[in-house]
């Protein structure tokens, strides 16, 4: 399972795993490239590695069997994922494609394997981030059901700030409503809302964040 928005109290950076362990990761891995809109791996392919973000943006979603997309998460350079199927030797359950000109560090599922039966500490990296994912996803069962769409929408932006190191985030209306299982219509007036009270500008395929705190403070009203 990929990550996406931090349960309370979790932050962006705390679904990274440490920096030598990234690099132990590196050392094995080989570079892939991908252009805009290219596809790294769709829902039932085998788990053949893993694979971790170097530059660029990933996209990472799930199509009904009506044709509608969810978004689950865009993915931002010093991420790593694919772990799940290789531990448990299942198919792929969501399709990834790039979201511009990406790198991609890739490690083969037996170099991962190995890693993880004579590294101790990387096993317990890995071990932790499943947990972390884990728990991300009851959070995500919680809001779901509990949150009203301002709190979930704030959150969202929070999340996406964080993990792209600036207040301009390169997302559309579009993403957000798959993220969120809602309707672009509905993003797009709480979006307005907030632009009028001066909290964010929206822009074409971008928002930029104008006050961070009041956004903050949406985010923990329920």
Known sequence: MPDSTPPPGQGADDMRLPEDIQQTLLAV???RT??????????????????????????????????????????????????????????????????????????????FHHLIATRPDVHMAFTRLVCLRLRQALAWIDDA????LPVRLAHRLLTLDARAGSTLLAVSQEDLAFMLGVSRQSVNRQLKLWEEDGTL????????????ARLEHRAATA
Do not use: N, Q
Request: proline share 3%.
């Open 34 to 111: 991908l252009a805009r809109g290219g596809s790294l791996f769709h829902k039932g392919s085998s788990p053949d590695a893993l694979f971790g973000v170097v530059s660029g943006s990933l996209r990472v979603s799930v199509v009904a069997s009506g044709g509608r997309e969810a978004v689950i998460s865009m993915l931002e350079p010093g991420h790593w994922f694919g772990e799940v199927s290789l531990l448990v030797g299942r198919e792929r359950v969501y399709d990834t494609c790039a979201v511009d000109a990406t790198e991609m560090a890739v490690v083969a599922a037996s170099d």
């Open 29 to 31: 891995a080989h570079r």
């Open 201 to 212: 500008r929206v822009g074409y395929r971008s928002i930029e964040l104008l006050d961070r």
């Open 145 to 148: 059901i509990l949150m009203p």
